[in-house]
């Protein structure tokens, strides 16, 4: 099934229902007085959040939902019936914002978590409720308020411990598949990856990560070029970055350029994702002599005084990927062990 990250909706409550003007009419009670019931409340719309859903796509088709309108009150003192809620299942990681002024609603990041999102309308008043002593046949009621109606936008932020970061044929969608039972597109052409992927890498039983793969980015993708912007926001929420660099072709500069690129998109993105930790890993190796896939290592390392973690893998021949895994594993639980270096 194909990713959908982003959707608009329209959601609109129920009104509630009006009061009713009406007075006691029953043999030998010729002056009964008011017996107008009041009107039911409207039904709200809520998101929930269903950890069985992975996408937006089911809004696709369907852009608005309306919660049901109370029922009008009756004689008798008898209060209409309140409108159903409307629920809407939504997956879990789905962030909320109304369309017309960019206001965060609200975000649902645990399983069967409840949001608001259009308040039902409050009920009208019978005339009973407007009789005193002063007042014992009140021809008075009131009408059920309106409900809420929002435009929102969904956006699906992938919840994800890794994430994946490189050029075109960087070698991303490879990696996730040597590493997880994920089965991204792989091909030898640019942006074969045009949607998220998420995939599990596990260790051994009861240890594992989940790490995300999306579409590479280009130059100038914080203002909007190539794929990369609408899903660099999935980063955000991941405890670390994973940086591919090809090394197999071209030379030291060519996997300097790429480094620097990529850098400068998260620096011109901002927020936490700039701040977010990173690791370069230099993919490829397979393409060149081991001599040169180090050489060229090293001087990107140098040219950058780059301080942290460094790996040389080859996606493609698994080589080097078992070493990652555990590198990662190791610092996402936070154990302290560094004997994968």
């Known amino acids: 099934m194909k990713f959908v990250d982003e959707v608009r909706i329209r959601v609109e409550a129920g009104a509630g229902g009006n009061g009713c003007l009406s007075f006691r009419r029953e043999k030998y009670i010729p002056k009964g007085g008011p017996d107008g019931g009041d009107g039911g409340d409207g039904g709200s719309v809520w998101l929930v959040a269903d950890e069985g859903l992975n996408t937006l796509v089911d809004f696709r088709y369907r852009r608005i939902f309306r919660g049901q309108r109370g029922e009008d009150g009756k004689g008798k003192e008898r209060t209409g019936g309140k409108g159903e809620d409307l629920f809407l299942m939504v997956p879990v990681g789905t962030r909320v914002v109304e369309a017309d002024t ?8 645990t399983a069967d978590e409840h949001l608001l999102v259009a308040q039902g309308g409050f009920h009208g008043l019978g005339n009973t409720r407007f009789k005193s002593s002063t007042n014992r046949a009140p021809r008075q009621t009131s009408n059920g308020s309106e409900g809420d109606a929002r435009n929102l936008r969904l956006e699906l932020t992938l919840l994800a ?3 994946l970061l490189g050029l075109p044929n960087a070698g991303k969608s490879t990696l996730i598949r040597a590493v997880s039972a994920a089965r991204p597109k792989v091909a030898d ?11 599990v890498v596990s260790i051994e039983a009861g240890r594992s990560f989940v790490v995300a793969d999306i579409p590479g980015i280009i130059d100038g993708a914080a203002e909007g070029a190539g794929l990369g912007l609408q899903f660099l926001k999935h980063l ?3 405890r670390l970055l994973l940086h591919l660099v090809d090394i197999g072709i071209g030379d030291a500069e060519t996997a300097l350029a790429e ?3 990529i850098a400068g998109e998260l620096n011109k993105y901002g927020g936490v994702l700039a701040e977010r930790e990173r690791w370069l890993v230099f993919n490829k190796t397979d393409l060149v002599d081991e001599e040169t896939a180090a050489a060229r290592c090293q001087a990107v390392i140098e040219e950058l005084d ?7 893998i080859s996606a493609i021949s698994g080589d080097g990927c078992r070493a990652l895994s555990l590198a990662i594993i190791h610092h996402l639980e936070g154990d302290g062990e560094e004997d994968w270096e």
Not at 102 to 109: K, R
Not at 189 to 199: D, E
Request: glycine letters at 12%; zero cysteines; proline letters at 9%.
């Open 102 to 109: 960019e206001e965060l609603i609200g975000e649902l990041l």
């Open 161 to 163: 411990d890794v994430g």
């Open 236 to 238: 955000s929420r991941t």
């Open 189 to 199: 052409y640019p942006f074969t990856t045009l949607y998220p992927n998420l995939g």
């Open 259 to 261: 480094v620097q690129t």
């Open 306 to 312: 780059w301080q942290g973690p460094s790996f040389r």
